[in-house]
């Protein structure tokens, strides 16, 4: 598939642009009246520890009842309180329960702590429906095959469990625990942390170019500027990964494609807000851009600590001698 990329970028900026200012995010009363400190390169200052842990009880996609609808505000608060009530009140019932190795209990999840924000009905803001665009054929066919051969190899297990990359969206969607997001600005560029992994985004700022598409990344090629109040990052030079965690892709996870782009906006709406979209384009496996929306709350309570993934990253080793002894076992089965 032959992409244009300069009107494709065009076109993708755009569409996340009136996502953002069809949401009434560029221009809120808070940010007329109160405008941030500037830094000698010119970029207002962002830096510090940003959570979205609020979000996480927005669900990803918009429920049928609102379908061709808007919801109240008092509908969108009765939803996400709702949701967030039950997750809290779940009653842990221990591994011997559970139909897998079990889980968490509910205190060790950044939501349990945090009050939910009732902020949308939904995460996803384009497409008007609110849903997910469809994978193509080609995705589906690797989603397949992720669930099947995931523990074949190292190789081809999900990339953030192989401590490489959450990918863009592993690292900037809500998520159970370390939502916390580290901002730091230098002359010319901006910095995010992240816990998970120990991951830290660079973003040139007002950089130029991007690099040969020949040389890719993980989590692409950013390059980012100012318009006003709001950051706006484009990331190019995607590199194909089989088996990566995204949005709504269930088991098997998704494929991240080469020819993906990505942006994202920042934008200020007061001293303690920062409303975050994130919209994505990957013609071989959506078959149309989509956009997230949602906001980040300043927290300069929250700590980080180091995430040595590496480190007793036990379940690499399990999963994958598990998966030997099951071979083994069906084998021996198999030849009496």
């Known amino acids: 598939m032959q992409i244009d990329s300069a009107k494709s970028c065009k076109a993708l900026r755009e569409t996340a642009l009136a996502a953002v200012m069809m949401l009434g995010l560029a221009a809120s009363s808070n940010a007329q009246e109160w405008q941030p400190e500037i830094l000698s390169d010119g970029q207002p200052n962002i830096t510090g520890m940003w959570n979205n842990v609020g979000a996480t009880a927005t669900p990803l996609e918009l429920s049928d009842e609102f379908q061709g609808r808007v919801p109240t505000q008092a509908e969108v608060a009765e939803l996400i309180a709702g949701r967030d009530e039950a997750r809290k009140n779940a009653v842990w019932t221990g591994f011997e329960n559970s139909g897998g190795v079990g889980a968490y209990e509910n205190y060790w999840f950044d939501w349990y702590w945090s009050d939910a924000q009732a902020d949308a009905p939904a995460l996803i803001v384009?497409?008007?429906?609110?849903?997910?665009?469809?994978?193509?054929?080609?995705?589906?066919?690797?989603?397949?095959?992720?669930?099947?051969?995931?523990?074949?190899?190292?190789?081809?297990?999900?990339?953030?469990?192989?401590?490489?990359?959450?990918?863009?969206?592993?690292?900037?969607?809500?998520?159970?625990?370390?939502?916390?997001?580290?901002?730091?600005?230098?002359?010319?560029?901006?910095?995010?942390?992240?816990?998970?992994?120990?991951?830290?985004?660079?973003?040139?700022?007002?950089?130029?170019?991007?690099?040969?598409?020949?040389?890719?990344?993980?989590?692409?090629?950013?390059?980012g500027h100012w318009e006003g109040n709001t950051l706006i990052i484009e990331s190019t030079n995607f590199r194909h990964v089989g088996n990566m965690r995204a949005p709504g892709s269930g088991a098997g996870n998704a494929v991240q494609n080469e020819g993906r782009r990505m942006i994202e906006t920042f934008t200020i709406e007061d001293e303690d807000t920062l409303r975050y979209t994130l919209t994505v384009e990957d013609p071989l496996t959506y078959e149309a851009p989509w956009t997230v929306a949602f906001p980040y709350e300043a927290d300069n309570d929250y700590k980080q600590y180091e995430y040595a993934c590496h480190e007793g990253n036990y379940a690499m080793d399990n999963r994958l001698s598990g998966a030997r002894v099951a071979e083994q076992g069906l084998a021996e089965t198999g030849s009496r």
Request: charged share 25%.
């Open 126 to 223: 384009d497409p008007p429906s609110g849903r997910r665009p469809a994978f193509t054929e080609a995705a589906r066919a690797q989603i397949r095959f992720n669930v099947e051969h995931e523990h074949d190899s190292a190789a081809t297990v999900e990339s953030g469990d192989r401590c490489l990359s959450r990918g863009v969206f592993g690292m900037m969607m809500p998520t159970a625990y370390n939502n916390g997001k580290l901002i730091i600005q230098s002359p010319g560029y901006v910095m995010i942390h992240s816990e998970m992994i120990h991951n830290a985004r660079i973003i040139p700022i007002d950089a130029g170019a991007h690099v040969s598409e020949k040389i890719k990344f993980w989590e692409g090629d950013p390059r």
